[in-house]
């Protein structure tokens, strides 16, 4: 029998069985243990060598363990809960200029300008947990770098996905905010395809590497991936909140509850559904109560590979607009605590057709005024 504080999350088509099968599992270890004493200690109990060791998005490590060593972990009063690792993918569907940018500065839609203060970022800097990111793009100008990889041997974007949203949060064409510092810590390969456990290990590096770089005005992290609901990643994402970091996440694009999937699912992150040119709700976008605020998300123009651009749809290609506007609004001064409810605040009401009543009705908008140091 499990006791009442140590959990084995498995899938569903997974919990059928009686004894857990060999394979991956994360396991997070009880808040207020020494860290890295308590990962250590239960190891080397276990005679594992870890795949990943979390320090900083929490305190736990991912390995491969027989049957025999998950019935131990469960019996160990140290361990808050185990979970079967899990794939996650990134959340983009077809391909076809670009209106999502401007569509973020004015009151209605077809608007062709973007308008914004020309602070554009600048000081803060920007998370993406991706694919990586081309940080040697001229869109970006000299401003991202391809921080660490946790998804294979190539330290490069093998697909694209992620420098489509870097591009979005950052580039001087398309990004919302045109001055920040980009970092992209590569979770998916060139498949757009990854395991919790290396999403986790991005998590923990940017707990970690947010306070390293130089990031006057805050930190934002957008994660345009997910999977089904995981405790373990939620955990990891609420504690980046808890870091003082801004966490936008894609709602998903199976066109159903949010509430479902993670990170999507975390109630400390700003979930974003996705909204197309006309104002209509994309019908692949993900809803529900969990859903924080609406963004562009249909047919968005960004930076791609070799210097390219690409027209690609999602709640992945939404969720880098809130992570822009987010470090536009650190930008101005505006504090990160509080700035999921700031920026559903700032959000145009009831514009947006085609919105279940479960959902919130708020499109994102930067809230511009004309004056005199505006672009």
């Known amino acids: 029998m499990l006791s009442a504080t140590t959990l084995l999350l498995l899938p569903l088509a997974l919990a059928a069985p009686a004894q857990p099968s ?10 207020g243990l020494i860290k890295a004493e308590a990962v250590n200690a239960v190891v080397s109990s276990l005679g594992v060598h870890p795949r990943f060791t979390y320090e900083h998005a929490f305190s736990g490590f991912a390995a491969t363990l027989k049957p025999d060593m998950v019935k131990k972990l469960m019996a160990n009063p140290d361990v808050e809960f185990v979970e079967k690792d ?16 401007a569509r973020l500065s004015n009151q209605k839609p077809n608007a062709t300008t973007y308008k914004y203060d020309d602070s554009a970022g600048e000081g803060t800097c920007a998370f993406i947990l991706d694919t990586g990111i081309d940080a040697s793009n001229e869109e ?9 990889n946790f998804a294979d ?3 490069t974007d093998g697909h694209g996905h992620g420098t489509h949203v870097a591009g979005t949060i950052g580039s ?27 999403v986790i290990k991005g ?18 992290v957008n994660m345009s991936l997910g999977g089904r609901k995981s405790a373990s990643v939620n955990a990891a994402a609420a504690r980046i909140v808890q870091a003082g970091l801004f966490l936008a996440v894609a709602a998903g694009n199976d066109g159903t509850d949010a509430s479902s999937y993670s990170p999507a699912s975390e109630p400390l992150a700003c979930t974003v559904g996705a909204t197309t040119r006309t104002d209509t709700l994309a019908k692949y976008s993900n809803t529900g109560s969990i859903v924080d605020v609406l963004a562009p998300g249909s047919n968005i123009t960004s930076t791609w590979l070799d210097s390219k651009t690409k027209s690609i749809s999602g709640t992945s290609m939404a969720s880098p607009h809130v992570a822009g506007i ?13 700035l999921c409810e700031y920026i559903a605040k700032q959000s145009l009401k009831e514009s947006v057709t085609g919105v279940p009543k479960d959902t919130v009705n708020l499109l994102i908008n930067n809230g511009y005024q004309k004056g005199s140091n505006r672009s």
Not at 326 to 338: D, H, P, R
């Open 22 to 31: 060999e394979g991956t599992f994360i396991v997070k270890m009880k808040d």
């Open 86 to 101: 899990a794939k996650v993918s990134m959340y983009e569907t077809q391909p076809d200029a670009d209106w999502g940018l």
């Open 140 to 148: 970006f100008e000299g401003r991202a770098k391809f921080l660490a």
């Open 153 to 155: 041997k190539d330290d």
């Open 172 to 198: 001087k064409t398309y990004g919302v905010a045109k001055k920040a510092s980009l970092f992209g810590v590569k979770v998916l390969d060139a498949q757009g395809s990854g395991d919790n456990s290396a």
């Open 203 to 220: 998590m923990d590096l940017i707990a970690k590497e947010a306070s390293k770089q130089k990031c006057p005005k805050g930190v934002v």
């Open 326 to 338: 987010a470090a536009y609004f650190l930008g101005t001064g505006q504090k990160v605590q509080g």
